[in-house]
């Protein structure tokens, strides 16, 4: 795919579902259910593919590497060709995350794109490009993988831009901090690659400054809803995009209130509630238990106004 039909592909939702637990292990039967409704509720004007992330570091970061296989490799079955597959990658150990994409590049259907999820721990900013750009190289070259960059510091503005304008293998940035970066990191990778939304769906200030697309936790309980903000992005109507956002902004503000504390738990309490049964909630995750009776009472009441655009 060359570099502006990816821009463009990446212009668009980019459905990131939770990874529904039982019993403490992942329900790769209830995952792949999750993965056919949002495939098979599919909103997105110009018969554009479905993007499915499996990342978010609610989900990603406690995954063995072993599960992280299952869960890639269900992913890719459950969508075929029909959609567009990303897979979020943990950095360190980097020899792991290394052996991570030669493994997935190797599957039947392997994922898209990579996204380089945030490096855990202080480091050194040379040496992250350095490095970056070596790892980049390396498996660029020997399994065509492509990287997006998920920057959760501000700190990274400089780097990330050198990143993507340097390696061919870098094709964006996924904005993981605030408006303020947007501009900066537009003007600084210019046409060299994609500057993408990855805050949720609360996306039209950041469409309005000129990033393109932008991540959602909550598609797979609105899938409508998430996809009319990009539609209505990507036609500049953003006043549309607003009123849209704006029902979905109560269950935001929840998943995100305490530095994150509910991201995945109050998704999975907003799917039990639907009472759906085309997606598949599981019992909590790792480090992401049910949410408390007072916070499941306020999930509640953000669910009703999103039940018609389930």
């Known amino acids: ?56 570091t609610s989900l990603i970061h406690h995954f063995s590497f072993e599960d992280q296989m299952r869960v890639i490799e269900a992913t890719g079955e459950a969508m075929g060709v029909d959609g567009f597959l990303m897979s ?84 964006g940035v996924k904005v993981g901090t605030s408006e303020e970066e947007v501009a900066p990191l537009i003007e600084g990778i210019g046409d060299d690659g994609i500057v993408m939304w990855g805050i949720g769906d609360r996306s039209t200030r950041a469409a309005e400054l000129g990033a393109r697309g932008h991540t959602s936790g909550t598609a797979i309980v609105a899938t409508r809803s998430a996809d009319e903000i990009n539609n209505a992005q990507r036609r500049g109507d953003y006043a549309e995009s607003a ?10 503000h929840l998943r995100f209130m305490n530095g994150r504390q509910y991201n995945y738990s109050a998704v999975v309490e907003a799917m039990i509630i639907g009472g759906w049964e085309d997606v598949a909630a599981g019992e909590g995750g790792p480090f992401n238990p049910r949410v408390p009776r007072d916070i499941a009472a306020q999930v509640a009441d953000a669910v009703e106004p999103l039940r018609a655009y389930h």
Do not use: W
């Open 1 to 56: 795919m060359q570099s502006e039909a990816l821009y463009d592909t990446l212009d668009s939702v980019t459905a990131i579902p939770i990874v529904p637990f039982r019993g403490g292990v992942i329900d790769l039967g209830g995952h792949r259910r999750n993965i056919r409704y949002l495939m098979e509720h599919n909103h997105l004007d110009g018969n554009r593919k479905r993007v499915i992330g499996i990342a978010g």
């Open 88 to 171: 979020g990658i943990v950095p360190n150990p980097l020899s792991q995350a290394e052996e991570l994409v030669r493994r997935q590049s190797a599957l039947p259907r392997p994922p898209d794109v990579y996204l380089i999820m945030p490096l855990t721990g202080v480091a050194d900013h040379e040496a992250t490009y350095d490095d970056y750009m070596s790892f980049a190289e390396r498996l660029g070259t020997d399994c065509g993988a492509r990287f997006l960059l998920y920057m959760r510091s501000a700190d990274y503005v400089n780097p990330i831009i050198r990143l993507v304008k340097d390696s061919r293998h870098m094709v």
């Open 243 to 252: 009123r849209v956002e704006a029902l979905i902004a109560d269950l935001e």
